[in-house]
C-alpha cells in the first residue's frame, strides 16, 4: 500500500513563474491537506480537500495561491507569480473519513520549493 | 488564540534521562490526540496517538497521558537515545467553521545529549 506521494520534491522556479505541486493520497484517503513549513518552523495548515469540493481554506494567502482536487487525479497546489517568501517546503497530508473520527493524517515526503 | 499550545519549544536532555512534552487544547468535543516526530529534512510521521476513552497509552518508551477536564495530554520518551532527537508536534481536531479537522502544535525541539 503505497503512501502519501507527492512530486516534485525538489522545484526551482525564478520569481513570477508558476509552481504546481502535485499530491495523491494514500489508497483508500479521500481528504486532503496541504501545509508550508519554513525553516525550523512548524507546520502551518494551508487548505483542506475532499474530491472536487474545498472544505476549509482558512490558511491560504488570499491572492496567487489555489488549491484543487479533481474527481480523478492528484491533488494540485498552485502558485502563482512565485515571490521568494514562497520558499519553503510544502507538505500534502491524507486522512480517511474524519466524520467517522478517523482523524489520523499521514504526510506526504513534501516539495521543497526554492525561488530564485 | 491558540487552539493547541505546545511546551517547551525546546527541551536538551541526556541520553538515557526522559523527556517529557505537553499541550493543551481548547475544544472540549476534542477526542484524538496524536503525536508526531519529524527528523531533519524528513516528513512528519505518526508515532503515537489516544483517543479519549482512555487515559494513557504506551508503546515500548513511548507514552501519551490525557486529562481531558483539564484539556491537555502529554508525550513520555523514557531512556532517550540520540536518535530521539527531533522535533516534536502535537495535534488535536478543533472545529473550524463548518470542519473539524487536526490542528498541530507549534512543535517541541528535542535534542538528546550523548
Known amino acids: 500500500n503505497a503512501g502519501v506521494m507527492q512530486n516534485p520534491r525538489h522545484l526551482v522556479r525564478r520569481r513570477g513563474q508558476e509552481a504546481r505541486l502535485r499530491c495523491s493520497p494514500m489508497?483508500?484517503?479521500?481528504?486532503v491537506y496541504w501545509y508550508r513549513q519554513l525553516p525550523e518552523e512548524g507546520l502551518k495548515f494551508m487548505v483542506y480537500?475532499?474530491?472536487?469540493?474545498?472544505?476549509?481554506e482558512s490558511g491560504m494567502p488570499k491572492e496567487r495561491f489555489s488549491a484543487e482536487f479533481p474527481k480523478e487525479g492528484p491533488s494540485i497546489l498552485r502558485i502563482q507569480q512565485v515571490v521568494r517568501g514562497d520558499s519553503a517546503a510544502y507538505f500534502c497530508?491524507?486522512?480517511?473519513?474524519?466524520?467517522?473520527?478517523?482523524?489520523?493524517?499521514?504526510f506526504g515526503p513534501g516539495t521543497r520549493l526554492t525561488v530564485t | 488564540g491558540e487552539n493547541v499550545e505546545q511546551h517547551p519549544s525546546t527541551l536538551s536532555v541526556q541520553e538515557g534521562d526522559s523527556a517529557v512534552i505537553k499541550c493543551t487544547y481548547s475544544?472540549?468535543?476534542?477526542?484524538?490526540f496524536p503525536w508526531y516526530k519529524q527528523e531533519l529534512g524528513k516528513r512528519p510521521q505518526l508515532i503515537i496517538d489516544?483517543?479519549?476513552?482512555?487515559g494513557e497509552k504506551k508503546d515500548q518508551r513511548i507514552a501519551v497521558t490525557l486529562n481531558k477536564t483539564a484539556k491537555h495530554f502529554s508525550l513520555h520518551i523514557t531512556e532517550t537515545q540520540p536518535e530521539d532527537s527531533a522535533v516534536y508536534f502535537c495535534?488535536?481536531?478543533?472545529?473550524?467553521?463548518?470542519?473539524?479537522?487536526?490542528?498541530f502544535g507549534s512543535g517541541t525541539q528535542l535534542t538528546v545529549l550523548p
Open positions: 497530508a491524507s486522512s480517511r473519513s474524519v466524520g467517522l473520527g478517523d482523524y489520523e493524517q499521514y
Open positions: 489508497k483508500g484517503h479521500s481528504h
Open positions: 480537500l475532499q474530491k472536487e469540493n474545498i472544505i476549509d
Open positions: 475544544d472540549s468535543a476534542s477526542n484524538y
Open positions: 489516544i483517543r479519549s476513552n482512555v
Open positions: 495535534a488535536a481536531p478543533i472545529s473550524s467553521g463548518s470542519a473539524r479537522q487536526l490542528t
